[in-house]
């Protein structure tokens, strides 16, 4: 038995409410969630530790290389950038140290970078850029959050645990018991988490997701005092609207809470936008925050980085010897679609179904160990992940902080970071 074996505190990278209470253990080189994983990182565990032996090794052309010839994979990946007119660098599914490591090779190859989650973050932060918003962390929620309305997501489906470590879970600042009230609106799968352990079932309040937008609008006019002619909007009757507003207004501290991806129709930033004005119209006369719940996939911790390296969120292109943000010509598929890039480099170091999208274009991927590909890429580095077999950090939902991560088993595996360095030194 490894004499790592059982671990306590453990923190998981597999989506944006990074848990840092798991237990794990290791046997026979097999990483096992024992205490406080979800249905979710459990799989993850599971399934990087099922590799085998040959997967470990790079491959060039689809040939492995032979042992200790890491060196080679990385040549033939510097060859392909140095030939490179406009390279890509997407993916970007790794920790802080990675992705350091990675802005700064852009910045060397003139690369554009881009995160495949950089539509669903671009329709939170145009609202952040154009009109602002209040938000609040995991700690206010769980401390203090009276109400919490979920907006067009159920929360888990993407994290898990949301309402075992933030809503129901006793373990907060003050003695006294929060009578935490759970409303549902929009068009939503799973609301069995939010009856509360007492049995008290939450408000559901169904309508299209797409119409949500207009739902938002009404209540805005609602809070605001306005008359609206209409006894219904999106099939929801105004006195439901009514009754939210009053509940909202009546909570010393309620929530509203959104996962960007889970609003994925035309002009979704417009809802998210009316929501955060909600909110900041609230707080005339009592406390309420928004959540954006986001983060899976780490690509907040790119997006931060990129901001705190570059000055410019995602997608960034260093093409110009300066940066030039364009959330709208500079994602993967639309610069791969238009033939604008010629050359790949893909980084996914979490799970190995995050494969690069389909290209004719030569491509580099470091990615997990046992990645498979329609089209084998030009070079495959398997890379080590974060969290499992090196140390780093990693960017929670509500970025207030950067959590560690810990090694938990040893093996051969290169951390992003040391090959995107040793790539740099060639070139
Ligand atoms: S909820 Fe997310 S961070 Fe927490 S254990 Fe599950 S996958 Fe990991």
Redesign the pocket.
């Known amino acids: 038995m490894n004499k790592l074996a059982s671990r306590n505190n453990i923190t998981?990278p597999?989506?944006g409410?990074?848990?840092d209470d798991?237990s794990t253990s290791l046997i026979n080189e097999k990483l096992e969630v024992t205490a406080?994983?979800?249905s979710?990182?459990k799989l993850a565990f599971a399934q990087l530790s099922s590799v085998n032996a040959s997967d470990l090794r790079p491959r060039v052309s689809g040939k492995p290389v032979g042992d200790n010839e890491l060196g080679h994979a990385i040549a033939e990946a510097a060859g392909l950038l140095r030939g490179s007119a406009q390279p890509l660098f997407s993916g970007l599914m790794t920790d802080v140290s990675g992705m350091r490591a990675i802005t700064s090779l852009a910045d060397r190859c003139g690369a554009i970078l881009d995160h495949p989650n950089s539509a669903a973050l671009t329709r939170n932060l145009s609202v952040l850029q154009n009109s602002g918003w209040i938000t609040t962390t995991f700690s206010e929620v769980k401390n203090r959050a009276d109400l919490i309305v979920l907006v067009g997501t159920d929360a888990v489906t993407r994290?898990?645990?949301f309402f075992e470590r933030l809503v129901w879970n006793k373990d907060h600042l003050f003695s006294e018991e929060l009578k935490r009230e759970i409303v549902y609106l929009g068009d939503i799968k799973n609301t069995q988490p939010g009856v509360a352990p007492n049995g008290r079932q939450p408000l559901v309040i169904p309508c299209n997701q797409e119409k949500l937008g207009e739902i938002m609008g009404a209540l805005r006019c609602i809070a605001t005092g306005k008359h609206i002619e209409a006894t219904e909007i999106a099939g929801v009757s105004i006195q439901v609207l009514e009754k939210l507003i009053s509940k909202l207004s009546n909570a010393r501290y309620g929530v509203i809470v959104w996962a960007v991806a889970d609003l994925d129709f035309p002009h979704a930033e417009l809802t998210i936008q009316s929501l955060c004005e909600l909110v900041k119209y609230l707080n005339k006369t009592t406390r309420t925050c928004g959540l954006p719940l986001g983060g899976n996939d780490s690509d907040l911790t790119a997006n931060q980085v990129t901001t705190w390296q570059i000055g410019f969120s995602l997608p960034v292109s260093l093409a110009n010897g300066r940066p030039s943000y364009d959330p709208h010509h500079f994602t993967t598929t639309s610069l791969l679609a238009q033939g604008a890039v010629d050359t790949l480099l893909w980084v996914s170091s979490y799970q190995a179904q995050r494969t690069p999208p389909a290209t004719k274009i030569p491509s580099i991927v470091l990615g997990c160990a046992g990645m498979q590909f329609e089209n084998e890429p030009d070079v495959f580095i398997p890379v080590a992940t974060p969290g499992l077999d090196h140390s780093g950090h990693i960017f929670r939902s509500d970025t207030v902080v950067a959590l560690p991560l810990r090694q938990l088993r040893t093996n051969s595996l290169p951390a992003v970071a040391h090959v995107i360095g040793a790539l740099q030194k060639l070139l």
């Open positions: 998981c597999f989506c409410l990074v848990c798991l406080n994983g979800c979710l990182s994290f898990p645990r």
